[in-house]
């Protein structure tokens, strides 16, 4: 079975604050893929980055970055300069690579970002 | 290239009925899959089907159903609804290949659906 665990519900930070989203993942598969999801007050799931198990390189888009660590079972999220756009719900997903795996997401961190 | 679509966008049913939902999938992806999204349980998978078959099923009762056509338009249907199954239902599609955990998924905007 395969769990995501984003262990903050609420976080609130003033405009221009850095901010870190947590991600801790379980997983058995050897091979599997990691996601972010945005999603505004408007409902739409907004898919923000992929990352493979095999690939522990940290990504840089813009404000947006992302730390992956195998060896700690997490794929941290950090906004840099945060604007009031960003508040939005954030979920973590994985999904391995067998034949019968599912999208599986965590219970998303609430960002409000105050002007 | 047009998203994901959804219709109704939002649905008011009573308890006992049954409800059909429609989802349209961005051209060219084949596979499709569905998503309740409550305030408690979260985003759960319901089901995912490509080809017409359905791949993977979430953990839901059989009054959860859904189905896909050749042109890769799903509807899932919920029957004998109960006040629980008031949720947004979402539905993403996605590119279908060989490892299909890889291919990200796009999300339709949900269909709200109250039941009372």
């Known amino acids: 079975a395969q769990k995501v665990t984003q262990a903050q519900t609420e976080i609130s930070v003033v405009e221009k604050e850095d901010v870190t989203l947590d991600c801790v993942y379980e997983?058995?598969?050897?091979?599997?893929?990691l996601f972010w999801y945005k999603q505004p007050p408007s409902g739409e799931l907004v898919f923000l980055i992929r990352?493979?198990?095999?690939?522990?390189q940290n990504e840089i888009s813009g404000r947006y970055s992302w730390n992956f660590q195998k060896s700690t079972s997490s794929f941290n999220f950090t906004i840099t300069a945060s604007q009031v756009v960003d508040s939005a719900v954030y979920f973590c997903?994985?999904?391995?690579?067998?034949?019968?795996?599912?999208?599986?997401f965590g219970k998303g961190i609430t960002l409000s970002v105050r002007p | 290239k047009a998203g994901v679509t959804q219709t109704p966008r939002y649905l008011i049913k009573t308890r006992g009925q049954q409800v059909t939902l429609s989802c349209s999938p961005i051209?060219?992806?084949?596979?499709v899959s569905w998503y309740q999204q409550t305030p408690g349980q979260g985003l759960q998978f319901l089901f995912e089907?490509?080809?017409?078959?359905?791949?993977n099923k979430g953990n839901f009762p059989g009054r959860f159903s859904g189905r896909q056509f050749s042109n890769s338009r799903s509807e899932m249907n919920v029957s004998t609804l109960e006040l629980g199954d008031s949720a947004l239902y979402l539905c993403a599609s996605h590119k279908a290949g060989a490892n299909r955990g890889y291919n990200e998924q796009f999300f339709g905007p949900g269909t709200r659906l109250t039941v009372l």
């Open positions: 051209s060219g992806h084949r596979s």
């Open positions: 997983t058995r598969d050897t091979t599997y893929y």
């Open positions: 990352r493979n198990s095999f690939d522990e």
């Open positions: 997903a994985l999904r391995g690579a067998g034949a019968n795996s599912k999208l599986t």
């Open positions: 089907y490509f080809s017409e078959t359905q791949r």
